[in-house]
């Protein structure tokens, strides 16, 4: 069997990417590896999303209602429980092997190949937590799985480690449950999580934050559960400062602290990858290195916001679409690099063969700035500048310049300059 363009994952990324590749005309085919659509948005039942696409704000599993309801009246057909395990390079496309509990192990050729796999969460074997190995250590992610899919309660007393977006609705939804959180702690002297988060999910609950702390100590009790951690304050060079222990007594600590793009499919294959995202380098048109191979969503850049999730997968479906038309890969490119004050960009190049007319760029500041002005230039020449008020590293910022501004010839810089 062969499609025109295969999509692996379908949760908001690969939904919007399928359903605007059909929207073009192709031939799509949707694999997900779990026993129903929406991804991570089935577990997130707080509300905050889709204020950008929709002007309306909607839960997660009703916000992936809406997008799964138009990808079942479009009748690309799909396959749940069903896992992408390999992915070949062939001269004319690809082979992906797929297994699923029902068909056994098999494959499929494509033209072109939409990577729409997600994030996976840093767990405690990343980080140093001097202390024993007990139960009731576990990732927020998880733990908002069993609370809100699977219905069970994970623990009474409870500390969180990392002020990501996952942990602040966590201590929310685990207070909201009649846990008692006792706080959470940041090793950064910033929050990671979205402004909001911090007011709606600590500030009004009265959950401490505790900023530039981690966790030193974790001690079990004879059972091997958690019987209580040890905090302390760090200093700049992220060392803990001695005397500034706090203990609590708890039973169950959440890890918030971090989330990598999933890109373990693309191992095999030599695609140029970015050490600062976690994942792949792309042109303008969410292609790797590797021609026809697409990524978009939380494998390309893990989003604070699904509404920018939609939207960059929608693009990236528009591109994939016309490159299995054209299967064009002259690649004259230029490097786009993130400047001073910036943590990343999307994309890495800007591939002017490229079928995509505007170069969406999307980055991350380094660090909190109150105001900033954002300058894009090639050598001497200053293409655009935009003040930004109030950046912070949670928040991805985003800006869209026709491709005819740029030269081919001179790397584009990015740099955040404080006002
Ligand atoms: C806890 C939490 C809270 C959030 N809160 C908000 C919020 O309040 N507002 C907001 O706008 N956004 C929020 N977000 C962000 C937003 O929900 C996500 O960025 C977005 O849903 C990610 O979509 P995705 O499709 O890229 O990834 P996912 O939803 O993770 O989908 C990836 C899919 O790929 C599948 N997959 C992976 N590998 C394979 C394989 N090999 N074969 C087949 N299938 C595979 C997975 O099973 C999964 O279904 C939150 C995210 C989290 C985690």
Request: hydrophobic fraction near 40%.
């Amino acid at each position: 069997m062969r499609k025109e363009i295969i999509v692996v994952g379908g949760g908001a990324s690969g939904l919007a990417a399928a359903l605007a590749a059909k929207k073009e005309g192709r031939d799509v085919l949707l694999i997900e590896r779990e026993d129903r659509l929406g991804g991570i948005l089935n577990q997130c039942i707080h509300n905050g999303f889709g204020l950008q696409v929709f002007k309306e704000e909607y839960t997660g599993p009703e916000y992936a209602d809406k997008y799964i309801q138009e990808f079942l009246q479009s009748d690309i057909p799909y396959y749940l429980d069903t896992t992408v395990t390999n992915v070949d390079k062939l001269d004319d496309g690809f082979e992906i092997t797929f297994s699923s509990t029902k068909t056994g192990m098999k494959k499929i050729q494509a033209d072109a190949l939409i990577m729409s796999t997600g994030c996976y969460e840093r767990t405690r074997g990343s980080i140093i937590m001097p202390g024993d190995r007990p139960y009731g250590v576990i990732t927020a992610g998880s733990a908002q799985r069993y609370l809100n899919i699977d219905g069970y309660m994970v623990g009474k007393n409870v500390f969180i480690l990392g002020s990501g977006d996952i942990g602040l609705i966590m201590a929310r939804r685990m207070h909201l449950e009649g846990a008692n959180v006792l706080g959470v702690a940041e090793l950064m002297p910033y929050s990671n999580g979205l402004t909001r988060n911090i007011v709606q999910c600590l500030n009004d609950f009265d959950i401490p934050l505790f900023l530039s702390h981690t966790v030193t100590q974790v001690n079990a009790n004879k059972n091997q559960r958690l019987e209580s951690i040890i905090i302390q304050q760090v200093d700049k060079s992220f060392k803990p400062i001695e005397g500034t222990e706090k203990k609590f007594e708890v039973d169950t600590l959440l890890l918030s602290i971090g989330l990598i793009p999933d890109i373990t499919l693309l191992d095999n294959l030599e695609v140029e990858k970015d050490n600062r995202t976690k994942s792949v380098k792309i042109n303008q048109s969410y292609q790797t290195s590797v021609p026809g191979i697409f990524i978009c969503g939380n494998s390309l850049q893990v989003h604070d916001l699904v509404d920018n999730v939609s939207l960059e997968s929608e693009r990236a479906g528009k591109c994939a679409s016309k490159y299995v038309l054209s299967k064009k890969i002259e690649r004259k490119t230029v490097n786009i690099i993130a400047g001073n004050n910036l943590l990343f960009v999307t994309p890495h190049y800007i591939d002017f063969a490229s079928e995509a007319k505007n170069v969406v760029f999307q980055f991350r500041s380094k660090t909190k700035i109150a105001k900033s002005m954002l300058k894009i230039s090639q050598k001497d020449n200053e293409i655009k500048s935009k003040r930004i008020n109030y950046v912070v590293p949670a928040e991805m910022e985003s800006i869209s310049i026709p491709l005819e501004e740029f030269n081919d010839l001179d790397d584009v810089v990015l740099d955040l300059e404080v006002l």
